[in-house]
């Protein structure tokens, strides 16, 4: 087996999470990505913790169809990266790609082609694949985001496979805020400038006269003074227990529950709404609205893992948080539309 490394990177948990580190969500509008600069400091940070050379990267995220987009062609031309391609359903879900993340680790260790393998994901699935590929003689260490206050040391990475791996490092907490930027910050002229694009004209088909709604930037701007208002709102329905053993006082049974998880998901929903009338036209708007309740598959899956990153996987399976977090987001808007 030859004496270098190989890094494989699940695209989705890396951006995920790097970009809820920059702006506060998983929403991809919301913030841009220097592929050159991270994929390079990765490989930079593998080679001083191994000594190794590195034989390659594999990229994995998924498209329509599994087609190229300008911006995997951009990510391919990186000497030293290969680029895999899974598949989006039509309903948003990433099809095929811990399959070919699984086939292309086990098939480097049987070709002896590295000894080591850095692994840039946290999804369980893959850990038969990992304990294959160290039966085949190659050590496999799981490269993850810091978080100290997660029992692991990273963030979202599922136990199972942590327990499978032969070790867990991280990524530079400076690599990261280097390489991701949060896309608008919501000054006076931003507003003016995306209002000015969003009021521009559109073709629609004649219709009844609805009342004029409001630009999704100026929008964006009223949902800033949202938050402490729900807030405040939610802290006076809550029901307070003081304790009379002498400890502190705070909030029992159902209220601890909504005053800890349903707030964090309330500002969640919210917090999303705000990031993506950021970057949305007037158009978009309209046809959203028009959908309702049903939600695009990529702002529910953003919902969901904002919510994730926060309160935990495990919490935001239930279906009442769900619920707390789509209704924040149509609720946030409802109040401007």
């Known amino acids: 087996m030859m004496n270098q490394s190989a890094i494989f990177i699940d695209a989705g948990f890396l951006l995920s999470l790097g970009g809820h580190r920059a702006a506060g969500t998983t929403l991809r509008s919301a913030f841009t990505i220097h592929y050159e600069a991270l994929i390079k400091g990765i490989v930079q940070t593998v080679k001083k913790n191994t000594g190794l050379n590195n ?8 498209s329509k169809d599994g087609l190229f987009t300008e911006q995997h062609k951009r990510i391919g031309f990186i000497p030293g990266v290969k680029v895999r391609l899974g598949r989006i359903s039509y309903n948003g879900e990433q099809k095929g790609v811990d399959l070919r993340l699984a086939l292309d680790l086990v098939g480097v260790a049987r070709h002896g082609a590295a000894s080591v393998a850095y692994l840039v ?8 694949a990992v304990e294959e590929a160290q039966d085949l003689g190659m050590k496999v260490i799981l490269l993850g985001v810091r978080r100290d206050e997660s029992r692991l040391g ?3 990475v599922a136990e199972h496979l942590a327990l499978t791996a032969d070790a867990i490092e991280t990524i530079p907490d400076q690599l990261l805020d280097s390489s991701f930027t949060k896309v608008i910050e919501w000054d006076d002229h931003h507003a003016s400038e995306s209002a000015t694009i969003a009021a521009a004209p559109t073709e629609t ?26 807030e405040q709102e939610q802290m006076a329905e809550s029901e307070v227990i003081y304790s009379s053993g002498g400890e502190k006082s705070g909030f029992q049974g159902k209220a601890a529950y909504e005053q800890e998880e349903m707030t964090v998901a309330q500002e969640i929903g919210a917090n999303v709404a705000n990031s993506w009338l950021a970057s949305t036209t007037q158009l978009e708007l ?3 609205m028009a959908d309702r309740p049903q939600l695009p598959p990529e702002i529910d899956r953003t919902l969901l893992k904002d919510c994730a990153q926060v309160i935990g996987e495990w919490k935001t399976d239930q279906q009442q948080i769900r ?4 209704g924040a987001f149509w609720s946030s808007l409802d109040k401007y539309t």
């Open 154 to 156: 990273v963030a979202s």
């Open 286 to 288: 309209v046809e959203l």
């Open 323 to 326: 619920r707390v977090l789509r």
């Open 55 to 62: 034989l390659r990267v594999y990229w994995y995220d998924a």
């Open 121 to 128: 994901s946290g999804d369980d699935d893959l850990a038969e």
């Open 205 to 230: 088909v004649a219709s009844e006269p609805k009342p004029a709604a409001p630009t999704p930037a100026i929008m964006a701007q009223r949902l800033k003074n949202v938050s402490q208002e729900q």
